[in-house]
């Protein structure tokens, strides 16, 4: 995928979308989520607010969507081409939740596209771990 395609499982009302008990429980793909555990008020803006299992919410509740994303970009690409290897590169930031609750879960999406296609395709995983600092003063 280049920026023009890119995909955001942001979600700007994750706040209501996790106290919503009765929606989450009718969900059989969501019963790994322990929605009581999760303390609404920690949640960011649209990111998972440090909270993995909402990273993970976040991606579940897009995959589909994000699966026929990666499966156009990657015909796309290899339109016109024969028996090419496929490459694909994902990135994660592993220090919040919104990258660490999701990357392994898109890395299994992005190898069940491959399979079902009979591509040949290496997955390639460049994770980022942040850490906190105080902002450089100029003085050393």
Not at 75 to 103: E, R, W, Y
Not at 104 to 128: Q, T
């Amino acid at each position: 995928m280049t920026v023009q395609n890119s995909f955001s499982i942001a979600n700007a009302n994750i706040k209501d979308a996790v106290k919503k008990e009765v929606a989450i429980r009718m969900r059989g793909d969501l019963s790994w989520l322990r929605w009581e555990d999760i303390s609404v008020t920690d949640l960011g803006k649209a990111g998972a607010g440090g909270i993995r299992q909402v990273g993970r919410f976040m991606m579940m509740d897009k995959s589909d969507m994000f699966m026929r994303t990666v499966e156009s970009a990657i015909n796309n690409a290899k339109s016109g081409l024969v028996n090419a290897t496929v490459n694909v590169h994902i990135l994660a930031g592993i220090s919040g939740g919104t990258g660490a609750g999701s990357f392994l879960d898109v890395c299994y999406m992005v190898r069940h596209i491959a399979e079902k296609n009979w591509w040949r395709c290496y997955i390639w995983i460049l994770l980022f771990a942040g850490c906190k600092s105080e902002p450089y003063s100029g003085e050393r």
